[in-house]
């Protein structure tokens, strides 16, 4: 074939566009299950440091064996469902259905004879989606620690959430009222006068990110309070009004 004719440039082309497609296409299903294990690994990290545990990857399947006791998905009343596996819930996936249709993970870890209860979190930022977990000391108000992440915020502004100075702010933050003993969450606050407060229920909010604030408020509310009817149930030191 003349290799300076339409025919074999096209057909070259096309040959060319096909062991490039493949190529990408098996490197892509050979790396899947690696993808995977880090995304795991991860989450694994996300869901420790919220206790205070910083891993490194490698090690996060043993530490997350050591440290965290229970893993339980719970409905909208508070039951549990043993027939779903709370780590594989997809959160992006269950806020899609009915909250009556969807499941809650929830993580029990144990550091020091001290127990603690790890949520998820999803909502949404400005641009995108916001997520993370935090983390309950026993007596289902205090924060232990709280870590965020997020698809498309604003660099220097709203994605700050992931910075760990603004992570530090919701330690020892309370989720409850102290007068009224009603769950509140944790308000992001533009304007917070607090200082280091840790009674009111609020704290500072990132300059200039007053929308993905108000983010990361109603993702703690929204989320929290289908946790409310278990975590009211449990045998621990609740510092709440029955």
Same mark, same amino acid.
């Given at each position: 074939?003349?290799?300076?004719?339409?025919?074999?440039?096209?057909?070259?082309?096309?040959? !060319?566009?096909?062991?490039?497609?493949?190529?990408?296409?098996?490197?892509?299903?050979?790396?899947?299950?690696?993808?995977?294990?880090?995304?795991?690994? #991860?989450?694994?990290? =996300?869901?420790?440091?919220?206790?205070?545990?910083?891993? #490194?990857?490698?090690?996060? $399947?043993?530490?997350?064996?050591?440290? @965290?006791?229970?893993?339980?998905?719970?409905?909208?009343?508070?039951?549990?469902?043993?027939?779903?596996?709370?780590?594989?819930?997809?959160?992006?996936?269950?806020?899609?259905?009915?909250?009556?249709?969807?499941?809650?993970?929830?993580?029990?870890?144990?550091?020091?004879?001290?127990?603690?209860?790890?949520?998820?979190?999803?909502?949404?930022?400005?641009?995108?989606?916001?997520?993370?977990?935090?983390?309950?000391?026993?007596?289902?108000?205090?924060?232990?620690?709280?870590?965020?992440?997020?698809?498309?915020?604003?660099? $220097?502004?709203?994605? #700050? @959430?992931?910075?760990?100075?603004? #992570?530090?702010?919701?330690?020892?933050?309370? @989720?409850?009222?102290?007068?009224?003993?009603?769950?509140?969450?944790?308000?992001?606050?533009? $304007?917070?006068?607090? $200082?280091?407060?840790?009674?009111?229920?609020?704290?500072?909010?990132?300059?200039?990110?007053?929308?993905?604030?108000?983010?990361?408020?109603? !993702? @703690?509310?929204?989320?929290?309070?289908?946790? !409310?009817?278990?975590?009211?149930?449990?045998?621990?030191?609740?510092?709440? =009004?029955?």
């Amino acid at each position: 074939m003349n290799r300076d004719s339409n025919a074999y440039t096209f057909i070259f082309a096309t040959v !060319m566009v096909i062991v490039v497609a493949a190529s990408l296409a098996i490197a892509a299903t050979s790396l899947k299950p690696m993808q995977n294990e880090n995304v795991r690994k #991860e989450k694994m990290q =996300n869901i420790l440091s919220t206790i205070g545990v910083e891993v #490194e990857r490698e090690q996060a $399947g043993e530490e997350f064996n050591k440290y @965290i006791k229970e893993q339980i998905s719970l409905t909208a009343d508070g039951s549990i469902d043993e027939s779903v596996n709370a780590f594989n819930i997809d959160l992006a996936k269950e806020l899609k259905k009915p909250v009556e249709e969807q499941r809650f993970p929830l993580y029990k870890a144990e550091i020091e004879g001290k127990q603690y209860f790890i949520i998820p979190l999803r909502g949404a930022g400005l641009w995108d989606a916001i997520w993370g977990y935090i983390s309950l000391e026993d007596d289902i108000n205090t924060i232990k620690g709280a870590v965020f992440d997020h698809k498309g915020e604003t660099p $220097g502004l709203g994605a #700050e @959430i992931t910075q760990s100075w603004f #992570e530090k702010r919701f330690e020892e933050e309370k @989720i409850f009222d102290p007068e009224s003993g009603e769950f509140v969450g944790v308000t992001v606050m533009k $304007g917070y006068s607090g $200082g280091n407060n840790k009674d009111d229920n609020a704290i500072d909010a990132i300059s200039g990110a007053t929308i993905t604030g108000d983010g990361v408020t109603d !993702m @703690i509310y929204n989320r929290l309070q289908y946790y !409310m009817p278990y975590l009211k149930q449990q045998n621990v030191k609740v510092a709440l =009004n029955n």
